[in-house]
């Protein structure tokens, strides 16, 4: 056998041959390794090198998103801007007559009205806003399907009464003084724009054809605010002298009252949502009074001009007062108006109902 020479100091001794008949043995693994042929490079670096060095962690701060205080769709939805639009309406209209409220003492009664009108009409928009605001719609002890569009059609029907009132009493004549005028323009020129805005909203709001919804957005339950409105003007012109002269006047006072107090329970049991207590069927009610008002309200149409404008029954058929002043027989006129209107509207109520339970049925 044959040696090798020893290695020099400093040198590193070769490996021995390997001999050919004998199986080639297996490397070992070196420490640098090539690249994958799409690098087309070399890697130096060792495999344990390869990972990056870990970074320093820092703490984070927990992330809060801010919740919004309120539902502000209540108040930039279309509807929402139209209940803002009528809050500011009444309050710069009741702001207008305040300004000069020692000039309207001639007629106390009718700025009164108005100013009722007006500020009833502010005061419930601002509630229904924050409620909407806020969220409280299930906690509030009435039924919100019902309660919002029956006092927006009341709303509509008070800033009518005082839009058509106001310039009435206190426009009719000149007066001395342009700026009094000037706000008084002013203020029926904003309480028309808030009876406007009241009625876009009814309409808004009230039942489409197909949708379920509350009985006060529907035409009867709507219907029904009218009734008790024009109830409530009639009772406002009324006098004791005006029906107890004669027995067929106090049936008249009785067609109102009952008729009055019936419809107006029947809003409250909607508001409410009582209509369960009811002994019967809700429709069947419904259409069961409203027929009883109509036959009341035909009799007291009948009988209220036949005993203030007939010779025979002591009644006065030509009007004897002054052109400028608001006298006993134009009251008479009025409220001989205002019962047939109501007749009217009871017709039409009845209309509604039956055909409400011909449908159901």
Partial sequence: PAF??????????????????????????????????GLGALQLSHPRAAR?????????MPVTRSKSLGNTSALTSQLG????????????????????????????????????AWCFCFAITIIILVVEFVGLQHRVPVSWRNFPITFAMYATLLCLSASIIFPVVYLQKPYPGREQRGYRIAATVFSCLSCLAYSIEVT????????????????????KVVETFIACIIFVFLDKYDYERED???????V?????????VVIILCIG????????AFNTFLSGY????????????????????????????????????????????????LTALNLLVYLADLVYSARLIFIQG
Avoid at 17 to 30: E, K, N, T
Avoid at 273 to 280: D, K, R, Y
């Fill in 4 to 37: 090798l020479p020893p290695s020099s100091p400093g040198t590193t001794p070769s490996s021995p041959p390997v001999p050919s008949s004998a199986s080639p043995a297996v490397s070992p693994r070196p420490e640098h390794h090539l690249a994958s042929p």
């Fill in 52 to 60: 990056p060095p870990p970074q320093a962690t820092f703490p984070t």
């Fill in 81 to 116: 801007i139209i209940r803002l639009l009528e809050a500011v309406f009444t309050c710069v209209t009741f702001s207008l007559v305040a300004h000069e409220g020692v000039a309207l003492r001639g007629h106390q009664n009718y700025a009164d009205w108005c100013m009722f």
């Fill in 204 to 223: 808004m709001t009230k039942a489409k054809p197909g949708e379920v919804t509350g009985y006060m957005a529907t035409v009867p339950g709507l219907l």
């Fill in 248 to 254: 067929a006047l106090k049936w008249c006072l009785a």
């Fill in 256 to 264: 109102y009252c009952i008729c009055f107090i019936l419809s107006l």
């Fill in 273 to 280: 949502e009582c209509t369960g207590w009811l002994p019967c």
């Fill in 290 to 337: 409203t027929l009883l008002a109509v036959l009341m309200y035909a009799t007291a149409t009948v009988i209220w001009p036949i005993y203030h404008f007939d010779e025979k029954h002591h009644g006065s058929p030509r009007r004897n007062c002054p052109r400028e002043t608001f006298c006993e027989w134009d009251k008479y006129v009025t409220i001989a108006v």
